[in-house]
């Protein structure tokens, strides 16, 4: 949603709103650590000490220039080597193109059955959902898997395989009916 200003003289401005059928993710503005702050700050104290030159001559623009530019990228760098690379979770409304169709296929064949109420719809109605929830569970177990190969025990990844674990050994509260 944004406002339009044109014409706006004498009236209240005209606001503009954008609809889409899928959910537009903005693209993050690039930083140099991330926000759970991972950044190895003595990697990045030791890298800008080896790569920074402080004894240049500045008498010209082009000298102050230079310095500049060569400041930035060596703090960049820095930041980049030092902080390690955030991970891409999947979004849980994101699913293979297959499953999406074996849903279209399951909502047109329900469709179907509720306009026609015969047997062979209903047959056929029932075999698709099957056939949904056995590729879900498929899909499911697939990640669970890639999540597991993942967990590491290092620093690096906030030690994820301890996190896991004390997650899965902490005790279940029952939720009440």
Same mark, same amino acid.
């Given at each position: 949603?944004?406002?339009?200003?044109?014409?706006?003289?004498?009236?209240? +401005?005209?606001?503009? &709103?954008?609809?889409?059928?899928?959910?537009?993710?903005?693209?993050? @503005?690039?930083?140099?650590?991330?926000?759970?702050?991972?950044?190895?700050? /003595?990697?990045?104290?030791?890298? $800008?000490?080896?790569?920074?030159?402080?004894?240049? +001559?500045?008498?010209?623009?082009?000298?102050?220039? %230079?310095?500049?530019?060569?400041? /930035?990228?060596?703090?960049?760098?820095? @930041?980049?080597?030092?902080?390690?690379?955030?991970? #891409?979770?999947?979004?849980?409304?994101?699913?293979? +193109? &297959? &499953? #999406?169709?074996? $849903?279209?296929?399951? *909502?047109?064949? *329900?469709? *179907?059955?509720?306009?026609?109420?015969?047997?062979? %719809? #209903?047959?056929?109605?029932?075999?698709? /959902?099957?056939?949904?929830?056995?590729?879900? *569970?498929?899909?499911?177990?697939?990640? $669970?898997?890639?999540?597991?190969?993942?967990?590491?025990?290092?620093?690096?990844?906030?030690?994820?395989?301890?996190?896991?674990?004390?997650?899965?050994?902490?005790?279940?509260?029952? $939720?009440?009916?």
């Amino acid at each position: 949603m944004e406002s339009s200003f044109d014409l706006s003289s004498d009236h209240s +401005p005209v606001v503009i &709103i954008a609809m889409h059928s899928k959910i537009v993710s903005k693209t993050s @503005a690039p930083t140099l650590s991330t926000k759970k702050n991972q950044t190895n700050w /003595v990697k990045f104290r030791n890298h $800008i000490r080896e790569n920074l030159t402080l004894d240049v +001559p500045l008498k010209a623009n082009e000298d102050i220039e %230079d310095c500049v530019h060569q400041l /930035v990228q060596t703090i960049q760098q820095a @930041a980049w080597n030092s902080t390690p690379k955030p991970h #891409k979770s999947v979004s849980m409304y994101e699913c293979a +193109p &297959i &499953i #999406k169709q074996k $849903i279209r296929g399951k *909502r047109k064949m *329900r469709k *179907r059955w509720q306009n026609t109420r015969s047997q062979q %719809d #209903k047959a056929k109605l029932n075999k698709a /959902v099957k056939e949904l929830k056995q590729l879900l *569970r498929d899909e499911k177990q697939k990640a $669970i898997q890639t999540y597991v190969e993942s967990l590491t025990a290092t620093e690096a990844t906030e030690y994820s395989l301890w996190q896991a674990t004390k997650r899965l050994k902490r005790p279940q509260t029952p $939720i009440p009916h």
